[in-house]
């Protein structure tokens, strides 16, 4: 099994509201990855998680929270979001979060905030 | 901060055209991965390249990485409509996550 699992694979949320995005790999991976991507733009860095500790928050706003409930799952959190931030999130994996490994990508959630 | 440049931009081709896209850095590379990204898709990693003017080839893909490990190159040879995607190059190693801006290329039939 060489996937990355993320559901919902849409989602369309008020302002106001709060909603989760999951991911999951059965890989024994032990690095995961939130990326944002806008149209036309490449992925960008959220967080990293390394041995299910958080070792990587490029400066995300509060209303992002991620968890990593164990080395198989990854959510990101959603509350109070702001019409820009509408992309698509992105999942990923790799072995152990080093840097020289692959990774390997879900097929996102697309978020719309309205 | 490492500046990272992708060129071109957008690219529109017919298909069977050969064309070349380029990743160019300010810094060297400890290693660089091309990635391919369909329309509602995650990245797939194409290659990994370590070894300055290393060449790799990949069907119609051939991948290059210059001697300083500054730039490298993706040729595609005989284009088909199913190379359409965006291309990310990936610099490598020390922590570093980040993707290039991009080459959205587009091939017709």
């Known amino acids: 099994d060489t996937e990355v699992t993320q559901t919902p694979k849409h989602l369309v949320m008020g302002m106001t509201n709060k909603k989760s995005l999951k991911c999951e790999q059965h890989?024994?991976?032990?690095?995961m990855y939130w990326y944002k991507q806008k149209a036309k733009k490449p992925p960008e860095l959220m967080f990293v998680?390394?041995?299910?500790?958080?070792?990587i928050n490029e400066s995300v706003p509060s209303r992002f929270s991620p968890e990593c409930p164990n080395s198989s799952l990854l959510n990101l959190h959603l509350h109070a979001l702001q019409p820009e931030d509408s992309a698509l999130y992105l999942c990923?994996?790799?072995?152990?979060?080093?840097?020289?490994?692959?990774?390997?990508f879900g097929s996102g959630t697309q978020l719309s905030v309205l | 901060t490492q500046l990272l440049e992708q060129s071109p931009q957008f690219l529109s081709i017919q298909e069977g055209e050969n064309l070349t896209v380029y990743c160019n850095s300010s810094?060297?590379?400890?290693?660089l991965q091309w990635y391919r990204q369909e329309p509602g898709e995650g990245p797939v990693l194409l290659v990994t390249?370590?070894?300055?003017?290393e060449v790799k080839k990949l069907k119609r893909l051939t991948f290059q990485f210059g001697d300083a490990r500054k730039d490298s190159s993706l040729h595609i040879t005989a284009a088909q409509p199913g190379d359409t995607g965006l291309y990310l190059c990936?610099?490598?190693?020390?922590?570093?996550?980040?993707f290039g801006p991009g080459t959205r290329l587009s091939v017709l039939p």
């Open positions: 990923a994996s790799s072995s152990s979060g080093t840097g020289y490994e692959k990774l390997f």
């Open positions: 890989m024994g991976h032990r690095a």
């Open positions: 990936a610099p490598r190693g020390g922590q570093n996550f980040v």
């Open positions: 810094s060297v590379f400890s290693s």
């Open positions: 998680y390394s041995y299910e500790k958080l070792s």
């Open positions: 390249v370590v070894t300055g003017g």
